[in-house]
């Protein structure tokens, strides 16, 4: 919220202001500090996006065609947060594995739908503290195409059987392997993902419903995470700018 107010341009007070009336903060010097600290991250977040926000937002419809498996599909949908020919997104989270793969697909899908655009997509959000920054692309359309067509396939084998391809598991994963890790060694820090002393994704309740309560990580190796999380990932990884 306090993010959302400084990007209207409200000023700091009027931010901490409103929080303090919602009554959501510790009583107190003690819900003053808390403000304070996340306001100031806040406003490093704010800083970054205000160089990416000074055009007023669009939607834009897509309708991407590729081939999968030899036959034509489409991709039909609306992009929204379009500047320019930039899709950004502001958040106050960390930029995690779940926002960059929403960005790709956007970006994926405007490039196949309109290649003579060059397109990016831009995400802002924290690290700590502090404020941070990625951005994808531009992709040249035939890799968009071929990348948007593999998360098609990837989708189709999701309807016929789960896929092992815990988000920040799978990521971790490819992200060791592009960084000229083994396969070994990659399955070890990915490993360390799917259980953790707090649980890791092995406790999320989707993935302890498909995969079992005791599911160990072998058992999602076995049944193609190295491929399916290389497919996935490596695209997007090479990216990343």
């Keep these: 919220r306090f993010l959302n107010c400084r990007l209207r341009d409200l000023t700091v007070d009027q931010c901490l202001g409103a929080e303090r009336r919602r009554g959501t903060l510790p009583p107190g010097l003690l819900g003053h500090a808390e403000a304070v600290r996340i306001g100031r991250t806040a406003e490093a977040v704010a800083n970054v996006a205000r160089q990416h926000t000074e055009r007023a937002p669009d939607n834009l419809d897509v309708s991407a065609r590729v081939t999968v498996a030899g036959r034509p599909r489409s991709v039909v949908g609306t992009v929204a947060g379009v500047r320019g020919n930039d899709v950004v997104r502001v958040s106050y989270s960390s930029l995690g594995p779940k926002p960059l793969l929403r960005a790709w697909l956007d970006l994926l899908a405007l490039t196949v739908a309109r290649p003579t655009d060059s397109w990016r997509a831009v995400l802002i959000g924290r690290k700590n503290r502090d404020a941070a920054r990625q951005v994808l692309g531009p ?39 592009g960084r000229g890790s083994s396969p070994q060694n990659a399955v070890r820090s990915a490993a360390n993902f799917w259980r953790t002393r707090d649980g890791g994704e092995a406790v999320d309740a989707a993935n302890a419903l498909v995969w079992g309560p005791e599911a160990e990580f072998d058992e999602l190796v076995a049944a193609g995470l190295p491929g399916m999380a290389t497919a996935l990932w490596e695209p997007l990884r090479r990216a990343c700018g």
């Design 139 to 177: 992709v040249g359309a035939d890799t968009a195409g071929e990348a948007l067509a593999e998360l098609v396939a990837l989708r189709d084998r999701g309807l016929c059987r789960p896929l092992p391809l815990p988000i920040r598991t799978a990521h971790k994963y490819a992200e060791s392997v």
